[in-house]
């Protein structure tokens, strides 16, 4: 059972800047994907920025976030991390942490209970 606990959620201004932090319980090396999603109000759960692949270091973002979120890693600290920018109230949500994990050919998805990120003046 791999667990995923989130900070660094809060209230910010338009403009302004956070950054989530995602503590992971299991090695990087048995992840095939890990990133961040969020859920807006009355909205679906949706991907914000994502690592993928084996090893990987193929980097997905919604187009909502580009050049804007930036997504990292520390394998050291098994923690991954996003950097928003540039906030604007759509991007309040609940953003969860996500991994992947896959376990002799079975494939296990894990998520953190969540961190609020609300934009607003």
């Known amino acids: 059972q791999v667990q995923l606990v989130e900070s660094g959620g809060g209230l910010v201004q338009p403009g302004g800047s956070l950054r989530l932090s995602c503590a992971v319980s299991a090695s990087f090396y048995s992840m095939y994907a890990m990133g961040w999603y969020r859920q807006g109000p009355g909205t679906q759960r949706e991907l914000v920025a994502t690592?993928?692949?084996?090893?990987?270091?193929?980097?997905k973002y919604a187009d909502s976030a580009k050049g804007r979120f930036t997504i990292s890693r520390d394998r050291d600290k098994n923690t991954v991390s996003l950097q928003m920018n540039s906030l604007k109230p759509e991007d309040t949500a609940v953003y969860y942490c996500?991994?992947?994990?896959?376990?002799?050919?079975?494939?296990?998805?894990?998520w953190g209970q969540g961190t609020q990120v609300t934009v607003s003046s």
């Open positions: 996500y991994a992947g994990q896959r376990v002799d050919g079975i494939e296990y998805d894990y």
């Open positions: 690592f993928t692949g084996d090893r990987d270091s193929y980097t």
